[in-house]
């Protein structure tokens, strides 16, 4: 996992999903030199890159998924589509199971162990991992247009 440190309280995870075609493993190399310069510019102090599976089983979903839904609870926005629920085939059990499906690309920003905002999320306008590195860079904006961004978690 690279990992860009500055010494300080704002810190980025960019978690992306690990079953990525080369096209989009690109872009992401973008995403995470436009993290660079963040961490340059002293907007963040340390930002990490995470991998996770597509499908997660919700009686073992990763603790970053239960804490970003805390947040979404907590700031009155919601998760979906980007995470989202299907009924998956198990080849271990021969059952249908509903999984939890995750974004290709999330971005969460943390001041210190607490989650500020993560991305995507839909309050009163989708917000787009594109929208969370613009917030980054300078002052919230709620007025700011959100581009559609491929990515929904199917």
Do not use: N
């Amino acid at each position: 996992m690279p990992e860009t440190t500055r010494g300080g309280q704002r810190r980025v995870e960019l978690v992306v999903r690990d079953d990525l075609p080369e096209p989009v493993e690109s872009r992401l190399e973008r995403l995470s030199a436009r993290l660079d310069q963040l961490v340059a510019a002293s907007e963040i102090d340390s930002y990490a890159r995470y991998r996770w599976s597509k499908h997660q089983s919700f009686d073992a979903a990763e603790s970053r998924y239960v804490s970003f839904r805390e947040w979404a609870r907590d700031a009155g926005v919601q998760l979906s589509p980007g995470f989202d629920s299907r009924a998956c085939y198990s080849m271990v059990t021969g059952e249908c199971e509903q999984s939890l499906v995750v974004p290709v690309v999330c971005l969460a920003v943390y001041d210190g162990d607490e989650i500020e905002a993560v991305y995507p999320h839909v309050g009163a306008e989708p917000r787009t991992v594109a929208d969370g590195l613009a917030a980054l860079s300078g002052p919230v904006h709620d007025s700011l247009p959100s581009t559609p961004e491929s990515g929904t978690a199917d």
